[in-house]
Nanobody, 118 residues
Framework: QVQLMESGGGLVQPGGSLKLSCAAS????????MGWYRQAPGKQRELVAT???????NYADSVKGRFTISEDTAQNILWLQMNNLTPEDTAVYYC????????????WGRGTQVTVSS
């Protein structure tokens, strides 16, 4: 199995930046793609960004141009650089992994809180 652990969340003012990290361990050779999801209070978890082992990334329209997903596949580390943050970005951010042979992201970290407020 793959285990994921996020870090880097915190409080930031609107317009500020924050960088999240996710460390993957365990059966990392089984990872096909990784991504970031977020869930705001009272809302469903939503996709933020994904990246395949081939380096192909995708972003939600709401974050495109502001967020950047990247990874070091050798070290099994995933990052999410978040710039120009707005209060609407406030949520618990989750690191997720899609394992080889799986049709969806099925491994999750516990999440890290990101709060954007003046």
């Amino acid at each position: 199995q793959v285990q994921l652990m996020e870090s880097g969340g915190g409080l930031v003012q609107p317009g500020g930046s924050l960088k999240l990290s996710c460390a993957a361990s365990g059966s990392t050779s089984r990872i096909h793609a990784m991504g970031w999801y977020r869930q705001a209070p009272g809302k469903q978890r939503e996709l933020v960004a994904t990246i395949t082992r081939a380096g192909i990334s995708n972003y939600a329209d709401s974050v495109k141009g502001r967020f950047t997903i990247s990874e070091d596949t050798a070290q099994n580390i995933l990052w999410l650089q978040m710039n120009n943050l707005t209060p609407e970005d406030t949520a618990v951010y989750y690191c997720a992994a899609q394992q080889v042979g799986a049709t969806e992201y099925n491994r999750w970290g516990r999440g890290t809180q990101v709060t954007v407020s003046s």
